[in-house]
């Protein structure tokens, strides 16, 4: 079943402006993961966060993690073209068996 | 590039035919896991087999079934296609003792079920 919901579900930016997306889900978790999809293509991780860990950072992206609310966000700073891209957050159990949310559309405008 | 590479990339069904989706893992990755992705949706986990034993299933019925080959490749198998079934499948490989949690995953598989 679906883990993770996103919000909001689609996001329109001018680039070089910041994109937000937030993520909830419903029970404990090992660590929560973002990915990335180009129209209908593989999945790439973007990145992990820990259930211990409250904050991360890689390159223009970062994530946080509040587990007492069962929520994390991911930032993405100056967003590119490039960006434009389907992400998604999925929670895991500790075995690599990931719970994806449905998915928050985000499109960078030239 | 991942390094997962997963074939055929198109396919077309009719119902209560069966297909056969392949999957080759990232080198060295001893666990493959399938996920359903409905158009619009995030996505879902059917199963993971690691050292060629399922290890976890989500809520599919039977006739979704799969296989692990000792060089870690896999096999999907769908019997009796409903048109529900009309999805992208997506493989991924992991290497679960060393990196935990992260997934590599192919291009996928759109299957249509007509």
């Known amino acids: 079943s679906q883990q993770g919901e996103e919000d909001p579900q689609a996001l329109s930016i001018q680039e070089g402006e910041n994109a937000t997306m937030n993520c909830s889900y419903k029970?404990?978790?090992?660590?929560l993961q973002w990915y990335r999809q180009n129209s209908g293509r593989g999945l790439v991780h973007l990145i992990l966060?820990?259930?211990?860990?409250r904050e991360k950072h890689s390159g223009r992206l970062r994530v946080t993690l509040d587990t007492s609310k069962k929520s994390s966000s991911l930032l993405i700073t100056a967003s590119r073209a490039a960006d434009t891209a389907s992400y998604f957050c999925a929670t895991d159990d500790g075995n690599n068996r990931l719970a994806f949310g449905k998915g928050n559309q985000v499109v960078v405008i030239p | 590039e991942t390094g997962v590479t997963q074939s055929p990339t198109h396919l077309i069904k009719t119902r209560g035919q069966q297909v056969t989706l392949r999957c080759s893992s990232q080198s060295g990755h001893n666990t493959v896991s399938w996920y359903q992705q409905a158009l619009g949706q995030g996505p879902q986990f059917i199963f993971q087999y690691y050292r060629e034993e399922e290890n976890g299933r989500g809520n599919f019925p039977p006739r979704f079934s799969g296989l692990q080959f000792p060089n870690y490749s896999s096999e999907l198998n769908v019997n009796a296609l409903e048109l529900d079934d009309s999805a992208l499948y997506l493989c991924?490989?992991?290497?679960?003792?060393?990196?935990?949690?992260?997934?590599?995953f192919g291009e996928g598989s759109r299957l249509t079920v007509l």
């Open positions: 966060i820990r259930s211990n860990e």
């Open positions: 991924a490989s992991s290497l679960v003792k060393a990196n935990p949690g992260e997934l590599f």
């Open positions: 029970t404990s978790i090992n660590n």
